[in-house]
């Protein structure tokens, strides 16, 4: 391990666990944008389930490594924020493409999907993908239409054998009569 004093090294510690526990992780450099921003950028991480944090890029070097993680040193330069995600991994690339549309000064450098490093490219793909909550709707969904057609059908037949019987019933009345 590098040298890192002490009060250091939970930040790396720290860095680890979120890395080694998401699903999806985007780093940006946020240089550039305003604390008003920021702030609202950091409100949409929290709604989402995102931890979004600055941290030194010596730090998610070693924090990387120490998790396994390769190839993320090349994107390492200038300032880095990086987004984490343990359960949607489309959450961070989603909501930071989005917001970068609208912020010039936020800028994607790369994600991890999985423990593996993705280019700016593939994080926009990412992002472009439905997330968690729109596939389990869409999911929902095409499980209620066979539901629901059945119970349009049973409704019709047991609709046909109530006017079958008021018409039995009908002409039994005749015939009494």
């Not at 940006?28 to 944090?53: F, H, I, N």
């Not at 890029?57 to 090349?74: P, V, W």
């Not at 990086?82 to 010039?104: R, Y």
């Amino acid at each position: 391990m590098h040298d890192i004093r002490p009060e250091k090294a939970g930040k790396v510690a720290e860095l680890k666990d979120l890395l080694s526990s998401s699903k999806g992780a985007v780093l940006v450099d946020y240089c550039g944008l305003t604390v008003a921003e920021d702030t609202e950028l950091r409100s949409k991480m929290r709604e989402a389930g995102v931890k979004y944090m600055v941290a030194k890029n010596t730090f998610i070097r070693i924090a990387a490594k120490e998790a396994g993680i390769e190839g993320l040193d090349a994107y390492l330069e200038h300032n880095t924020a990086v987004a984490f995600s343990a359960e949607d991994p489309v959450a961070p690339a989603k909501i930071l493409n989005d917001f970068s549309k609208d912020h010039k000064a936020l800028e994607i450098k790369a994600g991890i999907l999985d423990g593996k490093v993705i280019a700016l490219d593939e994080v926009k793909a990412l992002a472009e993908l439905p997330s968690r909550e729109e596939l389990l709707a869409k999911l929902v969904g095409s499980m209620q239409a066979p539901i629901s057609g059945l119970v349009n059908v049973l409704q019709g037949t047991i609709r046909n054998f109530v006017y079958t019987l008021e018409a039995v019933r009908q002409k039994k009345e005749q015939e009494s009569a």
